[in-house]
């Protein structure tokens, strides 16, 4: 799949050397795994992906717990507490309780993931996430028989979330995924982006990341994730169910009821630089079309 858009800058530019290295080894290390499918897959997607800059990807978000505005997350989320942070585990596991940051860091392994967010109202960027696998915390609770789905929600605390304190959604912010989606390999649980600890306003300590979804799926400084038989949940298709799906997944032929989502706009990408066509799951179709098998997808948008 080639990607239309280029950037002056060279990975190299915007990457701290130390992780371009690191990178530049593990890109090495996969292309030997080529044909072990998804890994190659992944490795091919991400070489044509150029990220944005630092200051883009904090100072360009979506986080109503800050306010509606690009840039109230970057301006009011400095007041958030991250440091003790616990999240409960709950449902259908063997081992639920509340975990702190620590304990659900332990023995993960972090990695850098260069994925495209793009977002429902038509923009995108390229993020270099680190985090580690959303299946790795799976397993390690221990899925158990009856459970389909993955909820999740981000912390209540109207003190020190000023969007909180006005009914602009329903808090807490909610969303889920199902249980094949959120064990898919290219899920994500990031804790960090550029090799430096989450920004708040990108979701800290602990956000989801789904790249093949539109980007509020990746739902931020979660504080509880649940497992369930059925259906949870899901913040903007309560909010407005017609506008949003449960699968929310980036498709070019399915326009939102209000505007298409055949194109898009990359964040920092100049005055000049048109737009990109979107691609189909946002570029991880091979990877990921399998999952969707059989459904049609206007109807499970
Ligand atoms: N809790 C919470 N998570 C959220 C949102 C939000 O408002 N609250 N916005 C979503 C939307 S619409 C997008 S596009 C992405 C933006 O992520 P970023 O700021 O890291 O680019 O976060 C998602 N996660
Ligand atoms: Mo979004």
Redesign the pocket.
Known sequence: MAYRYRSPLTYADVTPKHIYMNRRQLMAGSSALLGAGLIGGRARAQEALEPNSFED?TN??????FGTGKTD?AANASSLTTDPWSIEVDGLVDNPGTYTMAEIMEGMTIEERIYR?R???AWS?V?PWNGFELADLLTRVGVQDGAQYVAFE?LVRPEEMPGQRRNI?DWP?R?GLRLDEAMHPLTLMATGLYGEALPN???APL?LVVPWK????????IVRISLVAEQPEA?WNMQNPREYGFYSNVNPNVDHPRWSQATERRVGGGLFSGRDETLMFNGYEDEVAALYDGMDLSVYY
């Open positions: 990807i360009y978000n979506n986080f109503y717990e997350p967010l977002c429902v109202e960027m993020v981000t959604l912010y969303e306003q990108n979701g956000r539109y980007g509020f799926k990746s739902i931020k400084s913040t």
